[in-house]
Structure formats: C-alpha cells, structure tokens
C-alpha cells in the first residue's frame, strides 16, 4: 500500500513537471502584463519543439496595438506586413543563418504602443520549420497551439513619449519587474515541482 501511494505521489509530481516544461515549449509573448498607453518592449521567445530547425517567425498584432520599432538581431532578416492604410499589421522574422536549432531559443523584440482601454491582447504567431511545416499559435488558452497572451490594466501611462521608454509615470521597480518576466518565468515553476517530488520522497522514507 505504502508503496502504491508512494509511486502515484511520484507520477503526479512528475506529471507537474511535465506540464510546465510544455507551458515554456510555446511561443510566447512578455510580457504577460502592462498597463493602459504606454510604450512597452515585447519580447517573443520562439522554442524549437522538432529536430528541425525553425527558419521564420510570423506575429499578428492585435488591432488595437501600434507597432513601428523592432530590434534587429544577428542571422535574421525582418520585414513589416501592412494593410491597404499603411498600418504594420504583422512582423516576419526569417533566418539567414540557418534559424533556430533542435533544443534551442530565439528570442525577438520590438516596441508597441499600448490602447488606452484595459482588456486582452491575443498574438498570434506562425512558426515555420525547414521541413515545410507551419505551426500556427492561434488556438484557445487550453488548445495545444494557444495563443500568447497579454493582460491591459489600468495605468497612468500614455504612449506619447519617446518610442522604446516605458511608462513616465511608472515606478522604475516595476518597469524591472515587467523586463524581468520573460527570463525568470521558467524557474519557479520547475524549482515548486522539484520541492513537491522531494517533499513526497522525504515523507514516505520516513514511514517505511
């Protein structure tokens, strides 16, 4: 019995584990909270989940956000797609150097200009290996290709400064806070599931 409960502790724990290195395999998009009419730097982490490299990355914005600054990085070309007003309504990154390689990471950035209303902003991206194969990140938050989203609350903010700075109103630890996000997100999440299998493992070596 002792040994039943034992391994089906384990297996959930393992199951935890599991489910949110899946969560980090998405493309995504960082922050996952800003505020109303500020300037905010958007970082798109793009995992490669195939053996086959990933040679172009394609973000919708959402209507509502303006989009008119992106950060060049070494070995990818980008290129704006606009409507019949002139409006950039997606950015194509492609690769020049081979893209991104079998258990690695590339991530993107570029500046938008917040709405002034609070509500959720839904990005869709395209991923498209080597092989031909185009995964699309459009579903619903608990499809198995969801979208990213990003929360809008209410700030003191307005995007009518300098493109790239952050809110002037807003205080610089949070400002930190929301540039910190996209890197250390992974961490506690792996770290609570280790303590979870630990905790279990201690507690049934101490009644065997």
Do not use: C
């Not at 509500?119 to 995964?135: C, F, M, N, P, R």
């Not at 630890?173 to 910190?180: D, V």
């Not at 997100?185 to 905790?199: E, K």
């Amino acid at each position: 019995m002792k040994a039943t409960k034992w391994m089906s502790s384990v297996l959930m724990a393992g199951a935890i584990l599991t489910f949110a290195t899946a969560a980090q395999a998405h493309v995504n998009v960082y922050p996952k909270e800003t505020t109303t009419g500020a300037y905010e730097k958007y970082t798109v982490r793009v995992p490669v989940e195939k053996d086959v490299n990933t040679i172009k990355v394609k973000l919708e914005f959402p209507a509502n956000v303006k989009v008119s600054t992106v950060q060049p990085i070494p070995g990818w070309s980008y290129a704006f797609e606009k409507d019949k007003d002139g409006r950039n309504t997606a950015l194509v990154w492609t690769a020049t150097e081979g893209g991104i390689k079998a258990h690695e990471f590339t991530e993107f950035a570029f500046v938008g200009a917040n709405p002034k209303e609070a509500g959720t902003l839904s990005w869709k991206a395209y991923q498209t290996y080597a092989d031909g194969e185009v995964v699309e990140w459009t579903g619903a938050p608990d499809s198995k290709t969801p979208a990213s989203l990003t929360t809008i609350k209410e700030g003191a903010g307005e995007a009518g400064h300098e493109p790239g700075q952050a809110a002037a109103t807003a205080p610089a630890a949070e400002q930190g806070a929301a540039a910190a996000t996209g890197s250390s997100n992974t961490l506690p999440i792996v770290l609570s599931g280790l303590a979870l299998l630990l905790s279990i493992v201690s507690l049934f070596r101490k009644k065997a």
